[in-house]
């Protein structure tokens, strides 16, 4: 697998409008982009860091995944996703037929556009990490 840098850190909280003037007031970043990702029952909130950027995700459900997590561990780190620069699909397979259990089979759409993948943190050490490719940048 060719990962070419850590594309972002996705952060679980209760509320955007709560969390985000802590990462423009306190740490001096700017939200360049706010989305909801209706089929993933979360929005979304984006900052930038260096190549690196921070995804706050609030959810817009009570059954979301992420208003799961929050209620099971609190508000906090969610996962770490990975740019790959071979393709979600080729990232899969690979990891696929090196036995990491997979949480999607394929690529899906997530948030700004990319073609994501989740990898179950039962097989990468407790760190629920996603896989991530930009179709525009092919």
């Not at 306190?26 to 990702?37: A, M, P, R, T």
């Not at 948030?111 to 039962?122: Q, R």
């Amino acid at each position: 697998m060719n990962l070419s840098h850590i594309e972002h850190l996705g952060i679980a909280v209760k509320s955007l409008d709560a969390a985000i003037p802590y990462y423009e007031k306190v740490l001096g970043l700017k939200c360049y982009n706010i989305e909801e990702v209706a089929d993933q029952k979360v929005r979304t909130a984006f900052f930038r860091v260096g190549d690196t950027k921070i995804e706050l995700l609030e959810p817009t459900s009570e059954d979301s995944t992420i208003a799961k997590f929050i209620e099971k561990r609190g508000e906090g780190i969610h996962h770490l996703a990975f740019a790959v620069a071979d393709g979600v699909a080729a990232a899969l397979a690979e990891c696929d037929s090196k036995g990491v259990q997979l949480i999607d089979k394929a690529p899906r759409r997530g948030a700004e556009g990319l073609n994501i993948a989740f990898l179950h943190p039962k097989a990468t050490q407790g760190v629920l990490t996603e896989l991530c490719e930009n179709p525009a940048e092919k």
